[in-house]
């Protein structure tokens, strides 16, 4: 089932791909998207900030295009104003000189109006210099920026197309995982319910004495059907007292409900919330809590369990199962998974309690 779930998908080897190793290769291109999304977050915030330069840069060009205009025509009123009044040359000035004095009073005016003039077109042209130096090297700037931004772009779809194409491995091998374990749970619970009708429809034999001898026309007792063997013989006697067989019926009946945090019943369950209802069944009242239920009854040994005990896990306890026979319990694991019949091989036992003991 596997194999036709996965088969077509561009990974190396199907048989090899396991849940955990398609999980890991999820997290460390998760963490590689996510180290890109930080480098890419970061070149963002230097194109935007090489794109206000630009901005900036483009309003300084204009303001320097509107002051060269503004100085423009100042200096042409100015120059126009001069020749209205007769600008001196050096010629005029010498000859319309009535003294040295005068003479050196025109040159100092024709020099300081030539300063003038000559200081705005320097100034325009260094304004005029520094805006188009400024924007050059921020368009180059801004070309580089543009370019890392893309390429940072380019190799994140790169990697969401790798996680995508994971992300579909793990959600087939986990389905088929899911199919295989439900089967299995089925499995177990029909093993279960055959026991149990196999010790419920199963006549115990009648001591036999002196006077119970039978007649030649009168059946054996030993010609009646024997016990079922198989399941029957794997598993403990059903029941370990009447409420517990009530209690273990009751759980059983729920088996292929949700697991729902905090639930009690009917239609979903949580671990100490199955137990709890099922034991109400049998008359016994317990806490929706499995480290309540641990503390409330007597505890037996692990070798000694009966069906209808229930089983603790965890440090602090935090789940709870109903002991059912042959190391098998029957609960409500988690969120995502349904009630079920599993083995209570896992690894943080903790102990075991008796209800109505």
Not at 67 to 84: C, E, G, T
Request: glycine share 6%; proline share 6%.
């Amino acid at each position: 089932m596997l194999g036709l779930l996965i088969s077509g998908l561009p990974s190396a080897s199907v048989a090899a791909a396991t849940q955990k190793e398609v999980q890991a290769q999820i997290d460390k291109l998760g963490a590689e998207i996510s180290d890109l999304d930080e480098q890419y977050n970061q070149a963002s915030i230097h194109l935007q900030k090489v794109q206000s330069q630009i901005q900036d840069s483009e309003n300084q060009s204009e303001r320097a295009q509107t002051d060269f205009l503004a100085l423009q025509k100042v200096a042409s009123a100015q120059a126009a104003a001069i020749y209205r009044a007769g600008a001196p040359s050096l010629l005029v000035a010498f000859l319309s000189s009535k003294s040295l004095d005068d003479f050196n009073k025109k040159m100092e005016l024709i020099s300081q109006v030539s300063d003038w003039q000559s200081g705005i077109m320097t100034s325009l042209q260094i304004a005029d210099q520094r805006a188009k130096v400024a924007q050059s090297d921020l368009s180059l700037e801004l070309s580089q920026a543009r370019s890392i931004n893309d390429s940072l772009a380019k190799q994140r779809r790169d990697l969401n197309e790798r996680l995508a194409s994971e992300q579909k491995l793990l959600g087939q091998i986990t389905e088929a995982n899911r199919i295989a374990a439900a089967k299995a749970a089925a499995d177990r619970a029909a093993a279960v319910r055959t026991v149990m009708l196999a010790k419920a429809t199963t006549k115990p034999a009648k001591p036999s004495g002196p006077s119970d001898t039978p007649g030649p026309s009168a059946p054996s007792e030993s010609s009646s059907p024997s016990s079922p063997s198989g399941p029957s013989d794997a598993l403990p006697s059903i029941p370990s007292s009447d409420q517990a067989a009530v209690a273990v019926r009751a759980a059983m009946a729920q088996i292929g409900k949700p697991y729902v945090w905090a639930g009690s019943g009917p239609a979903s369950y949580d671990c100490s919330g199955l137990t709890m209802s099922s034991w109400r069944q049998a008359g016994v009242v317990m806490a929706h809590s499995a480290a309540d239920q641990y503390a409330s009854f007597k505890h037996v040994s692990v070798d000694q369990l009966q069906p209808g005990d229930l089983v603790f896990f965890g440090h602090p306890i935090h789940h709870v199962g109903l002991y059912v026979g042959n190391g098998m319990m029957v609960h409500a694991p988690e969120t995502g998974e349904l009630v079920q019949v599993s083995p209570m091989s896992r690894g943080d036992l903790v102990g075991a309690s008796r209800p109505a003991v």
